[in-house]
């Protein structure tokens, strides 16, 4: 799965995303599950790995288990659903920051793509920063 040219056209310091990974069966931490790829407006592009255990984790936040803040994401959100509580389970979201590494050039849009593996991220909302203002 991806999504392909999500448009930015500006100088952009940071990429903020509220995400998470569903389902998570057989995925170690370390894993690349994903990536952002950041389009510049010369021509050049940088792709950043969605890594599972440093930037997010399964969205199910199993019973008794305390939400915890990764190396990159942290906890955004905690909530329920009567299809979670069945389970004995609650939902969890992360807010993950992803630095860009060229500031100064133009972004000219920015790609999502998942690598479909037993584990997939999703992407609730993103935003971008730009000279320490969110858009």
Request: proline share 7%; with cysteine.
């Amino acid at each position: 799965m991806h999504v392909e040219g999500i448009a930015v056209g500006q100088r952009v310091r940071r990429l903020h995303v509220l995400q998470a990974a569903c389902p998570a069966e057989a995925v170690s931490d370390g894993t690349t599950i994903g990536s952002y790829v950041w389009h510049y407006a010369d021509g050049t592009r940088h792709e950043e790995p969605i890594v599972y255990g440093r930037d997010l984790r399964y969205w199910w936040l199993p019973a008794g288990e305390a939400p915890q803040d990764l190396e990159r994401g942290r906890i955004a959100w905690v909530g329920d659903t009567p299809l979670a509580q069945k389970a004995g389970a609650r939902m969890r979201l992360y807010l993950t920051t992803y630095d860009n590494p060229y500031p100064e050039r133009e972004v000219s849009h920015l790609d999502f793509t998942s690598r479909v593996l037993p584990s997939a991220p999703f992407v609730v909302a993103l935003t971008v920063e730009c000279n320490g203002v969110k858009h």
